[in-house]
């Protein structure tokens, strides 16, 4: 699904919740919106069209999405508990208000936590640095069936379909 297409999907409560985010948090969201189309730029160029599916490019896209957001917020912030918390709010609430099966919902969420696992680790490396370290990390992604798979990858990212 394009990003434009989500944008236009947004119904009026969501953009309503977002701007009021925007104006409790204008740098957060901010950050997030650059980290945002960022993550969908580089998904595209190293994945073309296939980042949208249940796969492991997916898996990628979202890790790269909470650590991007992380990297950028922590510009404004040096508390990253709080540069963390901001990150799992707003890409929940993305979880929250996407049409996704259950299944295609949890794998979201388990490599959002993922990305915001390894931002420790990543947040002094360039964005080229974290791109190539998490194209390194797919070959251990797991291709998980039922919900309670997610817990045996704790520390990887997982997909559902090839």
Known sequence: MSFWKVIRGLEFRQVKSLAAWF??????MTSTIIATF???RISQREFPYIHGQHNKANAFRHALWNILIAKVSSRFSKNQEAVLQWTQRITDWHE???PNEE???LMDLHNNRIGRDLFDQLSKK???EIIAFMK????RAA??????EFDSYIDQLVYLED
Not at 143 to 148: D, G, R, S, T, Y
Request: charged share 20%; no cysteine; proline share 11%.
């Open 23 to 28: 104006l409790k948090h204008p740098l957060f």
């Open 38 to 40: 960022s993550t969908y």
């Open 96 to 98: 929250d208000f996407s």
């Open 103 to 105: 299944m295609a919902k």
């Open 126 to 128: 360039n964005t080229s």
């Open 136 to 139: 390194e990390q797919l070959p």
């Open 143 to 148: 291709k998980v069936q039922e919900p309670a």
